[in-house]
């Protein structure tokens, strides 16, 4: 292999950038399932898992692509850096996580409880510098997940159905060196959606969901930027024409609110970092649907 090697003005070199890993490992995992009632069912489990890098973790390109990197320009500028190939010696991720959860129903309330925590060795970080170039996967020593993950439906009324959903998730790094205890760059930390529907008559049906993060997403895995919270509206509506024939429609963002739906994973953002994907503004969408 020939790690580092440079790509002058973007050119791809002929010199071989062949590598060669070995990776091994196993997944052992037991579970239990307990049913003290036909409408219940608890569970737990404990697993080992074992993630080897990809290949494109390893074989990576750093400033930028061999295609548009910084020190790409015609002619090139020496001043500024080339893109170049990487095959860092990566470790597989190994994780131990348990697990426990409720699954039930009472009448017309159904739920869905899951709550795990994993001990993470070597987790795979894919990582770019402050102006966004990629600088290639790195092993993070020691990172802990946390999460609860819940479902709850119901029916209000012989027309009226709700759902909500709700996700904690707490991922940090564990005596980090550098990112101390810091939360893992891009995972909101509450997610939560909330649906309803009601049925108008027989064939004409209405809906309506929020998708809501309520506290702000850290950026960067040095918690510099953080991504602000947002919520938006979707509405939709559905009329039945026949049994073969219908009608739908739907407006998403319904408040055009602007938000960044998602971020790039940077490890040390800068104030004016462009990190931020712009999520959709107000939609409007419909169409027919014929059944044969």
């Known amino acids: 292999a020939n790690p580092g090697t440079a790509l002058p003005a973007g050119a791809v ?38 993630e080897p890098p990809t290949h494109d973790d390893l ?70 510098d402050e102006s966004g170039a990629s600088l290639g996967a790195i092993n993070a020593d020691r990172t802990r997940h946390f999460g609860i993950e819940l479902g709850i439906g119901a029916r209000i009324t012989p027309a009226l159905t709700t759902r909500l959903a709700y996700t904690y998730q707490d991922f940090r790094f564990h005596d980090d060196p550098v990112r101390e205890d810091n939360r893992l760059a891009g995972a909101p930390r509450h997610w939560i959606q909330a649906q309803a529907d009601y049925a108008a008559t027989d064939s004409w049906t209405v809906g309506a969901t929020l998708k809501w993060v309520p506290e702000r997403t850290p950026v960067d895995n040095l918690s510099t930027v953080f991504n602000d919270p947002y919520a938006v509206v979707d509405l939709r509506s559905t009329l039945q024409i026949s049994e073969a024939l219908s009608l739908f429609g739907e407006v998403t963002n319904l408040f055009d609110e602007t938000y960044a739906s998602s971020t790039l994973i940077v490890d040390q953002a800068r104030a004016d970092q462009a990190a931020f994907i712009p999520g959709d503004g107000r939609g409007f969408f419909g169409g027919l649907t014929v059944r044969f």
Request: a neutral charge.
């Open 59 to 128: 074989l990576a390109t750093v400033n930028g692509t061999p295609n548009s990197s910084p020190g790409r320009p015609n002619p090139a500028n020496p001043a500024l850096p080339v893109a170049a190939f990487t095959t860092p010696d990566l470790e597989a991720q190994r994780a131990t996580t348990v697990e426990g959860g409720w699954r039930g129903s009472a009448g017309t309330l159904t739920w869905d409880a899951t709550i795990y925590y994993s001990w993470i060795r070597n987790e795979l970080l894919s990582l770019r």
């Open 13 to 50: 070199p002929t010199i071989s950038t062949s590598y060669q890993r070995d990776y091994h490992g196993w997944s052992p995992a037991l579970a239990l399932n307990w049913r003290p009632h036909d409408d219940h069912l608890l569970f737990m489990a404990v697993s080992r898992s074992f």
